[in-house]
């Protein structure tokens, strides 16, 4: 089976041919969803589709929805309300009928977490299921093509108790399975945000592997679920200098650190940083004496391509296109996943 290889395209850097040619989906991020189950768009990738399309007449292009900027509740309130359900559906298919778009995408971050800034409910585990199910009858209703309904998921035991897997996955297509940032701000000591796999001595064991696994025993087929890369690093300053500033605890947690094409300009083997690799993990790092940076790069895009191969997933997604500006570690993801 042909491996997926999916990118999440924000506003900063618009497609190129060579680039179109090498994905097989592409998530626009992102539409927002107001609360009254309307979607706003407007995404510039808009504008390119008909272009990409003619440079690869296969791929899928997708809009990735997230909350509006003026309401955090949207999620939560529309899929609550059974009417507000069926216009948000509505939303979805005027999207791939109106738009041009060939699905969505829901990034909803997350049901039933009240941690991001929004009014989540325990309730939210069922309203999502049922709203997938509703979005999932109106884009049957569309002629042609199947229209993809996916979700970008966190990747981690919460997720599969405020989600109920094995009846939403029936809904969906796929579900881009969001194995980056497992250190991050909620994590005050140093490691791998995206590591293949975890590290003895991890206080947070968390990996791609684990994540996927875990998915899988709660009931995710292998051909439904993508693994995640991080075109970006995580950063954490003020460490101790003690074991290369790795699994060091800090005062705070790992904030965004530069994307990948800064990171190689201006911190590989530069300014002060000394590049180490964790073969335990098969990931990589940086530090100085006091800053940490944790991401991916072609070595470590490698490893990832050679398991989804060898474990059969459906594929793997990246976040995000404008982070590599030379498009190095897409060209890399495409050859990997490509060896089959």
Request: hydrophobic share 35%; charged share 25%.
């Amino acid at each position: 089976m042909k491996k997926y290889l999916l990118g999440y395209v924000a506003e900063r850097k618009a497609v190129t041919e060579e680039d179109a040619k090498k994905l097989t989906h592409i998530c626009a991020a992102f539409g927002k969803l107001r609360r009254d189950g309307t979607i706003v768009s407007g995404h510039p990738v808009e504008a390119q589709m008909d272009q990409i399309r003619r440079w690869n007449p296969n791929i899928r292009i997708c809009l990735s929805l997230v909350n509006h900027s003026d309401d955090a509740n949207a999620f939560t309130t529309v899929f609550a309300d059974p009417g507000l359900r069926k216009a948000f559906a509505r939303s979805c298919a005027e999207l791939v009928s109106c738009k041009g778009y060939d699905g969505v995408d829901l990034d909803w971050e997350y049901p039933c977490v009240p941690s991001n800034f929004m009014d989540a409910s325990p309730k939210d585990r069922d309203h999502f299921t049922e709203t997938c199910r509703v979005v999932r009858e109106e884009l049957d209703r569309i002629p042609g093509k199947h229209p993809l309904l996916t979700i970008a998921a966190g990747a981690d035991l919460y997720y599969t108790t405020c989600v109920n897997l094995p009846e939403t996955i029936r809904y969906l297509d796929f579900i881009n399975l969001m194995t980056y940032d497992l250190k991050c701000g909620f994590h005050a000591l140093t490691g791998h945000h995206t590591a293949l796999y975890h590290s003895t001595g991890d206080y947070f064991q968390n990996s791609c592997d684990q994540a996927l696994r875990l998915f899988v025993k709660n009931g995710v087929p292998k051909e439904k679920l993508l693994m995640g890369a991080g075109f970006y690093s995580r950063k954490w300053t003020d460490v101790p200098n003690r074991n290369h500033g790795f699994l060091q605890l800090t005062k705070q947690g790992g904030g965004y650190g530069p994307r990948w094409t800064d990171l190689k300009a201006e911190c590989l083997n530069r300014n002060g940083f000394t590049y180490y690799w964790d073969d335990e993990a098969k990931a990589p790092f940086l530090f100085d004496g006091s800053t940490f940076l944790s991401f991916d790069d072609p070595r470590s895009l490698r490893e990832k391509c050679a398991y989804v191969l060898k474990e059969d997933y459906a594929g793997i997604f990246f976040w995000e296109y404008g982070c590599d500006e030379e498009g190095e570690l897409l060209d890399v993801l495409y050859r990997g996943i490509s060896e089959s």
